[in-house]
C-alpha cells in the first residue's frame, strides 16, 4: 500500500480522517459511490471540501494511486468528483488509479478551485 507522503491525515480540529495507517488485515475496503443529501451535517461537507482540496493540492488532474486514502472519505467523492483512471476497475485494490473529474469538482466544491 502506498502511503502518500505530505496528504493532511485528517481535517484539524476534527476525527474526520483522510489517510489509514495500515492495510486492512481484513481485506480492502471496496470503493463504491455514497449519496450525498442536502440534508447532511455541515462539518459533513466541510470534511468533503477539504479532503478534495488535499487531492487537488496533492494530485491536481493527473491519476494517483488509491494507496492509503481513506475508503470512507474516498467514498464520498467517488464516481462524481472522483472517478476511475483506469479499465478495468478494482475497487478493492490499494493500487487502483483515480483521478479527479474537475469540471464535476468544479460544479461541486467552487470554493476548492478558486485562486
Known amino acids: 500500500m502506498l ?3 505530505g496528504f493532511p ?15 486492512n488485515p ?11 443529501y442536502a440534508d447532511r451535517r455541515p462539518a459533513d461537507k466541510r470534511a468533503d471540501e477539504a479532503f478534495l482540496a488535499a487531492l487537488w493540492d496533492h494530485f491536481g488532474d493527473e491519476p494517483f494511486e488509491r494507496g492509503n486514502l481513506d ?9 462524481r468528483e ?3 483512471a483506469e479499465d478495468p476497475f478494482d ?22 478551485f478558486e485562486a
Open 3 to 5: 502511503k502518500h507522503r
Open 9 to 23: 491525515g485528517r481535517l484539524p480540529g476534527t476525527d474526520f480522517q483522510f489517510v489509514i495507517r495500515r492495510p
Open 26 to 36: 481484513k481485506g480492502v475496503t471496496p470503493l463504491a459511490p455514497r449519496a450525498r
Open 71 to 79: 475508503a470512507g472519505r474516498l467514498n464520498w467523492l467517488f464516481g
Open 82 to 84: 472522483v472517478v476511475p
Open 91 to 112: 475497487p478493492e485494490s490499494y493500487e487502483a488509479l483515480l483521478q479527479i473529474d474537475v469540471a464535476a469538482a468544479r460544479a461541486s466544491f467552487p470554493e476548492v
